[in-house]
């Protein structure tokens, strides 16, 4: 393999526009906090919501489609971390699509990334809210929107501030998150334990939909499996946190070493913990239970904390919820700029968005607009929507991972092309299950973003 040294400078500098050199993020990331950075992304909208929202669409069955949103989501990572530690800059997928396919298709990766993460915090925000209102005793959605809002605006100012502030917010909050999750399981596995045969009772059937069916025989089968897959497919965006080491590849150290290393260890601490919160969270509500919590009050988690026999394991559990989901908000917006930042660099997005504050450290301009477009997804007051559109346009941003991958260098490559392969085949599957009116918008959207290309480049 290439100098990693060597081979990181000459790529850097080919992978920016020519003319005037624009000024570079500081690298001031480490392992453990490119480490903190996933799991901040990762552990929040996904287990304390997403989950939930699985669990209506597909019932106990959530729990293996946690595993199957793992096992793509682990395929996703590595090729992710091949590319970052070949080619480590601001914009994830943006930029090797650049690199390693087309112009055309690295923008459709920046526009779909772009829409996809929105998404995300949006749904992250209304959590927030959600599990702050439930606690509160109160159910008024324009609350919960108005709450949402005020998230935006506040984790917004501390992004403005800087990653080193931002990095020390996330420790802060992931350390929380970790502490009442570990509680959660704990406490849960011992009450499941006290309910004897009821609590295994709620695992069952574990392959079926979320509601009986009128149809019988292979067509009630196949609409499980449709069912199934479509939640394995929002189980996936919920560890697609680990895409933020990537798209910070230029603020972190050691690039080449940290950021492989960083996405493997938050992949496997964040797919243990899923796996045994959704366990729990089955065991204690049931899958119908937990499905209605999620839908009425975002609040799954929360609500099966109430039948620990603990009275204040609710409180605690909010209290965790809170601080995941403006962590994921933090993390969201951090990336989302970085996105923004690239695409204004090689003029895909105006220039303007391209600036960066006098110390160097943060993108002004890009954050703030990214806080303004997440603000109007709020403003959908839907999670299931939002989480759901979060899931086509990711699929599609991954698969587009992967298949920049695939052009590799043998030279280049950290693991074998095969799981590349398996990352993008099924993204392009698991992307049309989701609701058909979902990914119509999607590619609706998509048609949007290649219009604006064509006219930039018509322009220039």
Request: proline share 4%; hydrophobic share 55%; glycine share 12%.
């Amino acid at each position: 393999m290439t100098e990693p040294s060597t081979q990181m400078e000459n790529e850097t500098a080919e992978s920016q526009p020519s003319g005037n050199q624009p000024a570079q993020l500081q690298r001031t990331v480490g392992f453990w906090g490119a480490i903190l950075l996933g799991l901040g992304s990762m552990i929040g909208t996904g287990v304390f919501v997403s989950i939930g929202i699985g669990a209506s669409i597909t019932g106990a069955s959530v729990i293996l489609a946690v595993i199957i949103g793992a096992g793509v989501a682990i395929c996703n990572g590595l090729s992710s971390a091949q590319l970052a530690a070949n080619h480590p800059v601001s914009g994830g997928t943006y930029e090797y699509g650049y690199r390693y396919l087309t112009p055309w298709l690295g923008f459709i990766a920046g526009w779909m990334f772009l829409l996809a993460k929105s998404a995300s915090a949006a749904t992250g925000a209304l959590g927030f809210s959600g599990y702050l209102l439930t606690t509160m005793g109160l159910e008024m959605r324009w609350l919960q929107i108005g709450l949402a809002l005020v998230a935006v605006a506040g984790l917004t100012w501390i992004v403005l501030t800087g990653i080193r502030r931002s990095n020390i917010a996330n420790t802060i909050i992931v350390g929380i998150t970790l502490a009442v999750l570990l509680f959660f399981v704990v406490a849960g596995v011992g009450s499941i334990s006290n309910n004897g045969v009821a609590g295994g009772i709620r695992f069952m059937p574990l392959f079926g939909p979320s509601e009986p069916s009128n149809a019988g025989g292979f067509a009630a089968f196949i609409s499980a499996l449709r069912q199934f897959l479509y939640a394995s497919a929002l189980m996936f965006v919920a560890y697609t946190g680990y895409g933020r080491i990537a798209t910070l590849g230029e603020e972190v150290k050691e690039p080449a070493r940290t950021i492989p290393r960083a996405i493997i260890t938050t992949m496997i601490i964040t797919m243990v913990l899923y796996i045994s919160v959704a366990v729990v969270a089955i065991g204690t509500l049931g899958a119908e239970g937990l499905g209605q919590a999620t839908l009425d009050a975002v609040a799954p988690l929360e609500v099966a904390a109430r039948t620990f026999g603990i009275g204040w394991a609710p409180l605690l559990i909010a209290i965790g919820a809170i601080t995941a989901m403006l962590g994921v908000l933090l993390n969201l917006i951090l990336g989302l700029s970085r996105v923004l930042l690239a695409m204004g660099r090689r003029g895909d997005m105006p220039s303007v968005v391209a600036t960066l504050d006098p110390s160097g450290s943060t993108p002004t301009v890009a954050v703030i607009v990214m806080a303004v477009v997440i603000g109007l997804l709020v403003l959908v007051g839907n999670v299931q929507t939002t989480w759901s559109f979060s899931a086509f346009t990711v699929l599609v941003y991954y698969a587009l991972t992967n298949l920049s991958a695939l052009q590799l260098a043998d030279t280049e490559r950290l693991y074998p092309r095969w799981i590349s392969w398996a990352g993008l085949t099924a993204c392009i599957l698991l992307a049309f299950l989701v609701e058909p009116q979902i990914w119509f918008l999607g590619l609706s959207l998509l048609a949007v973003g290649l219009l604006w290309h064509f006219g930039i480049k018509l322009r220039s």
